[in-house]
């Protein structure tokens, strides 16, 4: 099963937020698997229509997903699933 990572930065609104083993090969249903154990947690990542929010970011083993509306990128059972915040500034 894949693992999965979070920002430190969801902490303060999820403070045992961990990394996790969850079950699932799509982007999709991870996240739902997520939210099961972080009621809510998709609202932080998931805008109103489901699509993955501008600020937020979802690599599969370092590379970045390519649906950021579908979340239909397939992540493989020993495969790392890191989702963090994008960073601007100047």
Known sequence: MP???????????????????LEGKV?????????????????????????????INIYINDKPISDREGLSDTVGEHDEMFIMQAI???
Not at 27 to 55: A, C, F, M
């Open 3 to 21: 693992s999965v990572k979070l920002t430190s930065n969801l902490n303060r609104f999820f403070p045992d937020l961990r990394p996790m083993v």
């Open 27 to 55: 982007v999709s249903v991870l996240l739902r698997q997520l939210d099961k154990r972080y009621p809510g947690i998709k609202d932080y990542i998931l805008d109103e229509k489901g699509n993955l929010r501008t600020h």
């Open 88 to 90: 601007s500034g100047g």
